[in-house]
């Protein structure tokens, strides 16, 4: 049984989400709503993480992402940092 809870991680239905992201806002006042509008837009599983941060799932690499809410957000780039919670995970050992 654990074994097969184990490859379901690997199932196609698992492959519509993509990987998981933090990204993280810098600025001191941005548009909340429109922010979260355009990461619904590209990603999936939205959800507030911490007062100025956003943990998603997305099929689009980092630079990807920056450069989409660069360009529908009034965001700049220096003010967004985005973690790919799968290299946090070497940070464990």
Known sequence: MAIKKYFEIFSPKREKLGLDYILNVRAKQFDRADLEKTLKEIGVYLRTYGET?????SKLAPEKIIDYVIDHTNLKRDEI???NTIAMHSLRI
Not at 53 to 57: I, K, V
């Open 53 to 57: 941060g956003y943990r998603f799932n």
């Open 81 to 83: 940092d985005i973690i």
